[in-house]
């Protein structure tokens, strides 16, 4: 081999070298990001992961309280669905299990209120998360797409990215 040929070859490992772990932090950084398996314009935002339910609720409530609000109630959807069956005739199961968390951000609501007062009725925020009977091992994440009254465009995306950061995070 000549001396040209040699330098090129090393130029072409210190350049790999390089350019390998790049693209795999690029690569890893993006394909951790899910996506919604709901179409882009959809009322109802739904994320899908193989996870265990109770893990991905305690992941749900730290991504809540990690952005300085409290969950102010957690709606029980499977067990009052199952409680009830028997009285109200409702006896096909849906859910393995299915819980709903109610919280609440004052600089949201103060912003979506500035739009228009009446977007007050946007809080409490809620997302969801269910099994269902039929895939145990997948809990689906779940959450409303807001629609405001007013100049509220700003508003309702800082919403959607903050309600959907929430979701991100608790399927990590």
Do not use: W
């Amino acid at each position: 081999m000549s001396i040209s040929a040699d330098t090129d070859r090393i130029k072409e490992i210190i350049t790999m070298r390089y350019l390998i772990p790049f693209f795999l932090l690029f690569y890893t950084t993006f394909s951790l990001a899910e996506s919604p398996i709901t179409p882009e314009d959809a009322p109802i935002i739904i994320y899908k992961v193989q996870d265990n339910f109770d893990d991905i609720k305690a992941n749900l409530e730290m991504a809540i309280t990690d952005r300085g609000m409290l969950v102010t109630n957690i709606l029980h959807i499977s067990e009052m669905m199952e409680r009830t069956a028997k009285d109200t005739g409702l006896d096909k199961k849906i859910y393995g299990k299915a819980e709903s968390l109610e919280f609440c951000s004052i600089k949201m609501s103060y912003n979506m209120s500035l739009a228009h007062p009446a977007n007050l009725s946007i809080c409490p925020l809620t997302v969801s998360l269910y099994t269902k009977v039929s895939e145990p091992d997948t809990v689906y994440l779940t959450y409303r797409r807001p629609v405001m009254l007013g100049d509220a465009a700003s508003a309702s995306k800082a919403l959607m990215e903050m309600l959907d950061g929430i979701v991100q995070e608790s399927m990590e």
